[in-house]
């Protein structure tokens, strides 16, 4: 039977962006209009957090593809071989092949695909007692506050988004099926959000190559500069786990990046997330 929720209730994350949400079950399908609600609030708010969650995978795979089409990361060798390839684990926990411990830098998912992956959604499982946060910022926030002289060098350019990261070398690197496969791609440096037009930079510190007609010299010197913009303190929210946390972000107006986590520790997430529809999802 649906879940008929009436309680939705809302809270602000920070004072700029980010909704917590609570009184939803999400083991349970949510009848329309909550969902509705619920969709409308995190595009509102760029990021969601719904706690004391308790799912098993298919229940992770039936929330997500109410968003939209499912997605598969384009690096297809970080994927586990005899499970469902549309959830990824993050982990550190004993026996792991690829450990999931170390720092992330500033980035925003899939920037270097034609059509990007729309939202993205972690859910808590193992929880650390310190480190492995995830921190984001709101670049939709940032676009609203750029200072005249760097609106003026962005608005309008294009930028070249690459999946082996520069100057920083990718932890896992490409296989060459992947780099014949994965080719750069150029998209608007300013995006403009599907539903809502609004407005944000499109920054992947990890991943923009270059910026309009600069060289790479010159693209990494502005690409330095709108990071430290977007990363002031009024544009961030930093999420510490805990266990049953659904964390999901909107990539047309978030970047995050990952904090390293002391010996020791353990954390293990699982990741999915959803593409927009064909007609809106190349970056405009």
Known sequence: MPNRVKTMKMSPLTDSFGVRIEGVNLSQPLDEATFQGLRTLWMEHRVAVISNQDLDDNQLIKFTERFGPLFVHAQTSLLKTGNRKEVMELSNLDGVSRPVDYELDWHTDQTYTPQPVFGTILYGI???????????????????????ELRQRVEGATAVYSAEPRPQVRDTPLNEEEKARILDCTHPLIRTHPYLKRKAVYLSPLH?????ALSEDDSLDLLRQLTIHATSDTHIYRHTWSVGDLVMWDNTSVMHSRTPMPAGEKRYLKRTGFYLPDELAVPF
């Open 208 to 212: 923009i190559k270059t910026i309009g």
């Open 126 to 148: 193992v929880a650390p007692q310190a480190g492995g946060q995830t921190l984001f910022s709101d670049l939709a926030g940032a676009y609203d506050s750029l200072p005249n």
